[in-house]
């Protein structure tokens, strides 16, 4: 877990779901994995680089059905958020409300 007073969105999806993040959190879109972000996430880890995501994108969920970003809001209201980092052994790839994610702190695999 971290803690961040800056850099938090909240994604609002058509599926009525809202994924609070970091901007440098990739997601996985129907155009390849995609940050609010892509230079901070690109400073996380070098060996990855995601395009910027953008309200319209479509993410994949994990029945590989598309899901529309509807709107991408910064929280400026926040002065610290939790946020979760996962470490997954070898893909560092898991699901967040069904949606595919990359963890953003990841180890090359």
């Known amino acids: 877990m971290y ?3 800056r ?3 909240d994604i609002c999806l058509s599926s009525g779901n809202i994924i609070t993040a970091t901007k440098s959190h990739p997601f996985l879109t129907v155009e390849g994995w995609k940050a609010v972000d ?3 996430s ?3 880890q070098h060996y990855f680089n ?3 995501l953008h309200e319209g994108d479509e993410l994949i969920n994990n029945k590989n059905e ?3 970003i509807e709107k991408i809001v910064e929280r400026y209201d926040l002065t610290d958020e939790t946020v979760y ?3 997954i ?3 560092n790839t898991y699901i967040v409300n069904n949606i595919v994610v990359h963890n953003s702190k990841a180890a090359q695999g």
């Open 66 to 68: 598309h899901i529309f």
């Open 38 to 40: 892509p230079d901070a």
């Open 85 to 87: 980092n996962c470490s």
């Open 42 to 44: 690109k400073e996380e």
């Open 89 to 91: 052994e070898k893909y």
């Open 3 to 5: 803690k961040h007073k």
């Open 50 to 52: 995601p395009l910027t």
């Open 7 to 9: 850099d938090i969105v």
